[in-house]
């Protein structure tokens, strides 16, 4: 692979744009480069780093794109431009006054957010290190007032330190996506590659000038090793102690900046996992488990816990709950409730398979269950002890079908495969199923004209009851269920209810000749103002 130009020396440009570019309260200290492990395979693989939303705002924070001192370049019938030292014009785009810097920049029709974020994910590379790379080489990420040469050369891809560079590679596009695919090229250890370095003990230059000398280096990984490819120096001690300034006659820049750029930027080049997290994901199979290698570092969030990110989900947890990982629909739907800042708090347990191919898992104060057609739901409270009691998903409700939420007049309630569980905290919590629960829904539920249940569904000859607030709910297959309340089913009470001479009602109560009837299958109540009677067929 032919070495880069550009990377050897501190550019006047690069010296600029430091003040525009770095967060000085939290900079990066060249003096932490570790020349054998520049950056992790598995940041240099994490290709959903960033979306291509993210990539267009971060590059336009980077660069105010309205500089308008146009007296800085000269201008002839083909625009704007400059002839630099070699005698080669660099042409410039001006619109509306000013110069058009990348992120405006338009690329045969493509965007330079839409060509990085493609490349990365064509070829599997991380997109900030296309981004560091523009900026490394041609400071392309800061520049106000860009050139058609620092574009045709744009990530120095076939720009040797001895020769012009290849124009078989010139274009912003084309730079972008080589730069990928070479990548990608090592981390494959693609044979048909040229690989000058490798993972192991390697000799690497301080300098291009051969009389500074040589240094070892055990290389510790596939993205090193193609750093040192693409850059072929390794920067000394001057060079580090300047940070983005200048060291002495032997130092280099290039991986230097490369990795000063990437953590003052987008933070640590290299994915960690130690600690409890460590030693959890360890446990479990490390990068060949379920979740696949981490795409991020240890971070702590609430209650004195800590989160690391994987390519397949999250370790999770703190010193008394343990750690555990949570991934898949589950990490969905906690995420969705507010993950560990939220009503489910930490996981307790790893997710593990329930009946009729579902999954649970759970938390410190509830658990996240479900199965593939009917998504994945959370169940706490005063709803979850009622729910256990049930047998859970094992039981006669079944699998839930939403999360538990409010319920009118203060309550609260949540469906299930084949009845809900409602309640408050005067009434506490029941379930309604089967056929009342069809009809408890049809008329409103716990906002309807009975309110909320206050005990279990009961069996009745061949039919079944269930007592609600401000009345019952009552039937059977043949007849239906139906609502009985007030003075109607004060009067049917005195008759035995299902079991005297009226049986089981057959319709809803309504309003005939200015009073209230209700019809059974014996016969019917009717009466108004407390004054109630009835009639048998």
């Known amino acids: 692979?032919?070495?880069?130009?550009?990377?050897?020396?501190?550019?006047?440009?690069?010296?600029?744009?430091?003040?525009?570019?770095v967060d000085t309260t939290h900079a990066a200290d060249a003096r932490n480069f570790n020349p054998a492990d520049i950056m992790s395979d598995f940041v240099m693989t994490n290709k959903n780093s960033m979306t291509e939303a993210q990539i267009q705002s971060f590059l336009k924070n980077k660069v105010n794109c309205n500089d308008t001192n146009l007296s800085k370049v000269n201008r002839d019938a083909s625009g704007y431009y400059l002839i630099n030292s070699s005698g080669?014009?660099?042409?410039?785009?001006?619109?509306?006054?000013?110069?058009?810097?990348?992120?405006?920049?338009?690329?045969?029709?493509?965007?330079?957010?839409?060509?990085?974020?493609?490349?990365?994910?064509?070829?599997?590379?991380?997109?900030?290190?296309?981004?560091?790379?523009?900026?490394?080489?041609?400071?392309?990420?800061?520049?106000?007032?860009?050139?058609?040469?620092?574009?045709?050369?744009?990530?120095?891809?076939?720009?040797?330190?001895?020769?012009?560079?290849?124009?078989?590679?010139?274009?912003?596009?084309?730079?972008?996506?080589?730069?990928?695919?070479?990548?990608?090229?090592?981390?494959?250890?693609?044979?048909?590659?040229?690989?000058?370095?490798?993972?192991g003990s390697n000799t690497i230059k301080w300098h291009p000038n051969s009389g500074c000398g040589t240094s070892s280096v055990n290389i510790a990984n596939r993205a090193t090793a193609s750093l040192y490819s693409y850059t072929p120096y390794r920067p000394n001690q001057a060079a580090l102690n300047a940070q983005y300034g200048t060291g002495d006659s032997c130092s280099s820049y290039g991986n230097r900046n490369f990795w000063l750029y990437f953590t003052d930027w987008f933070g640590s080049t290299s994915y960690t996992v130690t600690g409890s997290i460590g030693k959890y994901y360890n446990s479990i199979g490390g990068e060949n488990s379920i979740l696949g290698r981490p795409i991020a570092n240890q971070n702590p969030t609430c209650r004195w816990g800590y989160y690391q990110r994987f390519e397949n989900g999250y370790i999770i947890g703190k010193w008394d709950t343990g750690y555990w990982a949570t991934r898949g629909s589950i990490r969905t739907q906690y995420v969705s409730v507010g993950t560990e800042h939220g009503v489910l708090g930490f996981p307790v347990a790893d997710e593990y398979q329930v009946i009729r191919s579902g999954n649970k898992q759970y938390f410190e104060f509830g658990y996240i269950v479900g199965k593939w057609d009917t998504k994945y739901w959370s169940v706490r409270g005063s709803i979850r002890t009622q729910y256990d009691a049930q047998d859970m998903e094992g039981g006669k409700l079944g699998f839930p079908l939403n999360n538990e939420s409010s319920a009118p007049g203060g309550g609260n309630q949540q469906l299930?495969?084949?009845?809900?569980?409602?309640?408050?905290?005067?009434?506490?919590?029941?379930?309604?199923?089967?056929?009342?629960?069809?009809?408890?829904?049809?008329?409103?539920?716990?906002?309807?004209?009975?309110?909320?249940?206050?005990?279990?569904?009961?069996?009745?000859?061949?039919?079944?009851?269930?007592?609600?607030?401000?009345?019952?709910?009552?039937?059977?297959?043949?007849?239906?269920?139906?609502?009985?309340?007030?003075?109607?089913?004060?009067?049917?009470?005195?008759?035995?209810?299902?079991?005297?001479?009226?049986?089981?009602?057959?319709?809803?109560?309504?309003?005939e000749n200015n009073q209230y009837r209700q019809d059974f299958e014996n016969g019917y109540i009717i009466g108004k103002n407390g004054s109630y009677t009835h009639y048998i067929y």
């Open 1 to 21: 692979m032919r070495v880069l130009r550009s990377c050897l020396f501190v550019l006047a440009l690069a010296t600029i744009s430091v003040g525009l570019l």
């Open 88 to 199: 080669i014009r660099l042409n410039y785009n001006v619109q509306n006054g000013h110069f058009v810097c990348m992120p405006d920049e338009n690329f045969g029709g493509e965007t330079a957010t839409r060509i990085i974020w493609q490349a990365g994910q064509d070829y599997n590379i991380n997109p900030q290190v296309l981004i560091v790379l523009l900026q490394k080489e041609q400071g392309l990420i800061s520049d106000s007032w860009p050139n058609s040469v620092q574009y045709r050369s744009a990530t120095g891809y076939g720009c040797p330190d001895t020769a012009a560079c290849d124009s078989e590679y010139y274009g912003f596009k084309n730079q972008v996506r080589n730069a990928a695919r070479f990548f990608r090229a090592y981390q494959d250890n693609n044979p048909g590659w040229y690989k000058p370095y490798w993972t």
């Open 416 to 511: 299930f495969e084949n009845g809900s569980i409602v309640g408050r905290w005067d009434t506490k919590y029941w379930v309604v199923g089967g056929k009342v629960s069809e009809h408890y829904k049809t008329i409103g539920g716990p906002g309807s004209v009975v309110g909320y249940p206050l005990q279990p569904e009961l069996a009745t000859q061949t039919g079944s009851y269930q007592r609600f607030n401000n009345g019952y709910i009552i039937g059977k297959s043949q007849t239906g269920y139906w609502v009985v309340r007030g003075n109607i089913r004060a009067h049917y009470a005195t008759l035995g209810a299902e079991h005297g001479e009226l049986g089981f009602p057959t319709g809803s109560e309504f309003v």
